[in-house]
């Protein structure tokens, strides 16, 4: 049976509109990092490498190399952890400057995919499809603990009221947040939908 995340990891995939407390267990991710405004061409380059490996993963039993524990998957969503470079931090900004910020952006990969593995379809995607940002993936496991999280519909420059209603859905209940760092999921194409209609899980850690 084919694992399709939308269905069966609901609780990480599909929150509701309404902040809420979840607990993220460790997790293997295509990740690559970067600066910058993602409104820039550039940006799109580092998606193109993230999805031609998600593909080299999923597309691997057709190619002849799948490990023995393969099993058939919908390919996850990319993901984007964000934060500002060093200096921008301490300036107070009604406007983020989207040229401060620092990104981290990734796609899950399912269980079976090893370190020895995920390095093979590197080296077979570089040869097929050679990029020179290839060479800056890593495969690791990030295991992000409590968070807070709700579903984002809309814009993405208007996320601030949603990441004010989680910051008061932490406070009501007891909890922290760490840092002004976050992670955003993408579940829309933003090539294909309108702002309005855009939807993005945003997560912060607590504690």
């Known amino acids: ?26 997790m293997n991710f295509f990740s690559i990092r970067g600066e910058g405004d993602p409104n820039n061409p550039e940006f799109g380059e580092y998606i ?22 393969y099993f058939e998957y919908s390919i996850y969503p990319l993901e984007g952890v964000w934060d500002l470079k060093e200096e921008a931090r301490t300036k107070s900004m009604e406007k983020i400057d989207k040229d401060a910020l620092v990104f981290n952006l990734m796609i899950r990969q399912p269980e079976f995919v090893t370190p020895e ?22 495969f690791e496991t990030l295991t992000e603990g409590d968070c807070v999280q709700m579903l984002h519909t809309g814009s993405y420059d208007d996320e601030p009221a949603s990441f004010a209603r989680m910051e008061a ?24 939908t309108a702002p309005e209609k855009l939807r993005t899980i945003l997560r912060f850690l607590v504690e």
């Open 48 to 69: 193109s490498v993230l999805y031609s490996l998600s593909y080299g993963v999923k597309m691997s039993p057709k190619q002849g190399f799948a490990p023995v524990n």
């Open 1 to 26: 049976m084919k694992h399709d995340w939308k269905k069966s990891e609901k609780q990480f995939y599909a929150p509701k509109s309404e902040p809420e407390k979840v607990s993220i267990s460790a």
């Open 169 to 192: 859905f932490a406070v009501a209940n007891g909890l922290k947040r760490q840092s002004k760092i976050h992670r955003e999921i993408y579940l829309s194409d933003a090539r294909k």
């Open 117 to 138: 593995f995920a390095a093979e379809v590197i080296q077979r995607v570089s040869k097929k499809k050679p990029h020179p940002l290839l060479a800056e993936v890593k």
